[in-house]
């Protein structure tokens, strides 16, 4: 291991803060506590968190839905997705060195980016670019390498073909959209009356409520991306074209069964690819991929703050971003 401000004693001997949980749970199990950063293993950084973005994902993770693929072990670290200085690299990292600005996203089961210090694999971290602000690089991990394999890798959209989103405005909605129309493809999506210019604002068309009559869009689309994960397989099928795909993120033990069947439905579990997440880095550097970021608060009030996004979905139209500085 290198370093530059951090040793491998320090790792272990000073506590660092952050928020975790010592079992599955509503917001209530969320603390606020000291822990003791892990020395970076082969492969692995560690990064001094500048800011860290909330998603979804964290939510399922901590009330024990995604436990399956999470395991039971703890306290766990919340939060994945994340920007900051690297500190101290493991063995057998080159790409990254000890001083460079990233951003990046632990492992389903690490997590624990909503703290002071978090250890992540080289792999799922890319150097930021340097015109993203640390707020606009936390928001785009996650969601952004979510929508990219679920776009381009999974469902293979090509200019001209037609993709439909279901929840186009939520973080990897939106953010799938904006990958798709880049490709020169077009895109419908469902999501709530009150938003609907907005999602015209985006660029899509046709635009539908959550609870939408599929049989009016029938075999219009390539390529199905439900993000809500409450599309049914009935709709779902009824709006895609011969040989297209179906494409979920919402893995629960039924649809992990399904997608091991043949047919064109797929669970998506979003994977750690260099190249992946640095397209989406770069496409946010460009300006075409935006992901806005609704509020931004401290580490040490970020509690409050993901409790009242969770019972009361607020802030709304953007990122819960934390920030440690």
Not at 22 to 51: M, S
Not at 149 to 162: C, H, Y
Not at 231 to 246: D, E, H, N, Q, V
Not at 267 to 292: N, S
Request: proline content about 6%; aromatic content about 4%.
């Amino acid at each position: 291991m290198s370093s530059a401000d951090i040793t491998a004693e320090e790792l272990t001997m000073n506590p660092a803060k952050r928020i975790q949980y010592h079992q599955y749970g509503g917001p209530e199990v969320l603390r606020f506590e000291d822990f003791r950063p892990a020395q970076p293993g082969p492969g692995e950084v560690v990064v001094r968190v500048k800011a860290a973005a909330a998603n979804p994902m964290d939510r399922k993770i901590r009330n024990g839905e995604m436990k399956i693929l999470t395991g039971r072990k703890f306290p766990r670290g919340l939060g994945h997705d994340f920007a900051g200085v690297v500190t101290a690299v493991g063995d057998g990292v080159t790409r990254l060195r000890v001083g460079d600005e990233v951003l990046g996203g632990t492992g389903l089961k690490a997590a624990g980016a909503f703290a002071e210090m978090v250890v992540a694999e080289e792999k799922a971290v890319v150097t930021k670019p340097a015109n993203l602000s640390w707020e606009e690089a936390a928001a785009i991990p996650v969601v952004g390498l979510t929508a990219f394999q679920a776009v381009v890798t999974t469902g293979e959209l090509r200019a001209g073909q037609a993709v439909f989103i279901h929840g186009c405005l939520g973080g990897v909605g939106r953010s799938a959209a904006q990958i798709a129309l880049a490709q020169g493809a077009s895109v419908g999506g469902s999501c709530r009356d009150t938003a609907v210019r907005e999602a015209r604002d985006l660029g899509i068309t046709p635009i539908v409520d959550f609870d939408f009559d599929a049989a009016k869009l029938a075999k219009r689309f390539d390529v199905v991306f439900d993000t809500a994960g409450t599309l049914s397989a009935k709709a779902a099928r009824a709006l895609l074209k011969p040989g297209g795909r179906i494409i979920d993120i919402n893995p629960t033990p039924a649809k992990l069964v399904r997608s091991a069947l043949p047919g064109p439905y797929r669970v998506l579990v979003g994977k750690a690819v260099v190249a992946d997440l640095d397209a989406v880095a770069q496409a946010a550097a460009k300006g075409v991929l935006r992901l806005p970021v609704a509020r931004s608060v401290p580490l040490g009030e970020a509690i409050a703050a993901l409790t009242e996004f969770e019972r009361h979905r607020t802030p709304g139209g953007g990122k819960l971003v934390i920030t440690t500085e």
